[in-house]
């Protein structure tokens, strides 16, 4: 009868696990040193090899030839462990056997002495689900056993067992499994099978484990039933519904080249080959992750579970883009995959999503954006690529087009007439900040148009639809009115001329470094009001 791969090639000895190196040399310390306890902890994610280790424990402690930490493999306790029929080592699963009766009875069993082998081991898998009057019940069995009892609980979510229950074991944490090491250990399975197989696809197998060893063997498993003894990184990619780095790199390749319409054709080949589009987000979100990895470490990393091949396409992705950018992308992609979850309309949130990270790579860099304050930044010629995306920052509006002036005579309007009334009327509706604007703007009147020049600083200001309103409610007739982007001619006066008296407390706020610094990167702006805290 067939016997799956993942279950043929379980280790048998220590010397046959990989990365857990730390579990292995403390467990064989204590066996040689005769130092082994009546209760051990094996915790970690699936696959990692924790029923595996207190399998091999339980024949390094039960071997003919021990306690010895290499056990023979020959003797009639070795072989019947290594087949699960022997009588002195008990595996329980506690899925299924979690109740505080079932408990009881591993409380008489302990009592007697093993069958035939040194040790009575108990072997209880998935422990977390212990109820917690089942381990109240074992409390005490558990820390004061019978010299012969050795108590192995394997789970997963360590953070469920019981303080009391900890207290009194030995606990070891097993890695998540070394993507090189992996590799390795499935070229060699594969070598035994007569499986050739391209270095892309050992890659792809060993990746779609996600660290754990049982898994990843399955995958093989699965492929060779699928592919035969030639397996290619296509075929299993597209067995396992896994996603082409060139698949993930037409996302990448349109946001460097700020194409919305690229973002619209991959959501829809997406769906027309009815994949995942919940798997593709989380996929994006692995991507971009692994893209900011290779950014800041270099194409050959073992943070990157990737063939040499693949890190170096990665690498080549990642260049056009800063690692700001990537960051920015990593949390976008992990946004949309969470939004996803819980989504009735996917293809409309993905395709939101990928639309969002394009915008993302217009935004503007904030020291960009400050020094640019006051001036219009140089055009870029047509032949330029694209800037690749920047940070976190709100987009700065383009420089507005010169308007065309009428032929109409022109005066200029300083501190009275349409200006001032225009400033009352704004102060008198609340929109302080725009009256603020007209306050460092220079206005030009002709029959027909108000013209409106001020800092850039302050054009988004006067660009709102209430300045637009009041302006040509205080003309009283029909006006077009136009904001340009320039300093004015000479700094116009504020509308409420009232003086104000400096006091002490405003010298000294008007002296103090930071504020003068603050007036250094926005030279128009004003202190208003000095408050004195002491005064409160």
């Known amino acids: 009868m067939y016997q799956v791969i993942a279950r043929k090639y379980r280790p048998q000895a220590f010397d046959e696990l990989i990365s857990q190196e730390h579990v292995k040399t403390t467990l064989e310390n204590a066996i ?8 051990y902890i094996f915790s970690g994610q699936r696959g990692t090899g924790k029923t595996t280790v207190a399998r091999i424990f339980a024949r390094c402690l039960n071997c003919e030839l021990g306690p010895t930490p290499h056990p023979c493999g020959k003797c009639a306790s070795c072989l019947e462990i290594a087949a699960g029929s022997s009588m002195d080592v008990i595996e329980i699963d506690a899925a299924s056997n979690r109740g505080i009766n079932e408990m009881r009875e591993l409380r008489e069993s302990v009592r007697f002495r093993p069958a035939r082998d040194r040790y009575k081991v108990f072997i209880v898998d998935e422990a977390h689900q212990i109820t917690s009057e089942a381990f109240n ?9 019978p010299e012969w009892v050795v108590f192995l609980l394997c789970t997963t979510e ?11 074991c030995q606990q070891f944490s097993f890695r998540s499994v070394d993507f090189a090491e992996l590799v390795k250990r499935m070229e060699w399975i594969m070598q035994q099978e007569g499986i050739t197989a391209d270095a892309d696809a050992v890659a792809v ?14 995958a093989l498993d699965q492929a060779i039933a699928c592919c035969g003894d030639k397996l290619n990184a296509a075929e299993v990619r597209a067995l396992l519904g896994m996603f082409s780095l060139e698949s993930l790199g037409r996302v990448t390749s349109a946001l460097a080249e700020g194409d919305s ?22 996929e994006l979100a692995r991507h971009f992750r692994n893209l900011v990895v290779v950014k800041i470490t270099g194409s050959d990393t073992r943070l990157v579970a990737a063939s040499p091949a693949e890190q170096q396409k ?26 996803l979850q819980s989504s009735l309309q996917p293809r409309l949130h993905l395709e939101m999503g990928l639309l969002r990270m394009v915008q993302a790579g217009r935004l503007q860099p904030i020291e960009e954006a400050l020094a640019n ?43 009275g007439d349409l200006r001032s009334r225009l400033h009352a009327s704004l102060l008198d509706a609340k929109l302080t900040h725009v009256a603020d604007a007209l306050e460092h703007s220079e206005l030009a009147e002709s029959p027909n148009e108000l013209v409106f020049t001020t800092p850039k600083m302050y054009q988004l200001y006067l660009k709102q639809a209430e300045f637009e309103a009041a302006a040509k409610r205080i003309a009283g007739r029909p006006v077009r009115v136009t904001i340009k982007v320039g300093e004015p001619a000479r700094q116009a006066a504020p509308a409420a001329a009232a003086p104000k008296k400096e006091d002490e407390a405003t010298a000294r706020a ?3 470094p930071e504020v003068k610094r603050f007036q250094e990167v926005f030279p128009g702006a004003q202190v208003r009001t000095v408050r004195n805290l002491k005064d409160n």
């Open 32 to 39: 040689t040193q005769q130092r082994i306890a009546h209760g």
């Open 158 to 168: 360590s953070h469920k067992i019981p303080s009391t229950i900890v207290s009194r």
């Open 373 to 415: 304050l006051g001036s219009t930044p140089p055009p870029r010629t047509a032949a330029a690529p694209p800037r690749p995306a920047p940070v976190l920052a709100q987009p700065v509006a383009a420089p507005p087009v010169t308007p065309k002036m009428t032929a109409a005579p022109v005066r200029s309007i300083e501190g």
């Open 137 to 145: 019940a074992l409390l005490k069995t558990l820390e004061e056993p």
């Open 314 to 339: 990665l690498a080549e992705a990642a260049q056009p883009f800063s690692e700001e950018d990537l960051t920015r992308y990593l949390q976008l992609s992990l946004d949309l995959f969470r939004d």
């Open 205 to 218: 197998l060993a990746r779609a484990g996600e660290g754990s060893v049982r898994d990843s063997l399955s």
């Open 261 to 282: 319409q690229k973002m619209f054709d991959v959501v829809a080949e997406l769906e027309a080959n009815g994949r995942s589009l919940q798997h593709f987000a989380r």
């Open 510 to 512: 008007l002296a103090h």
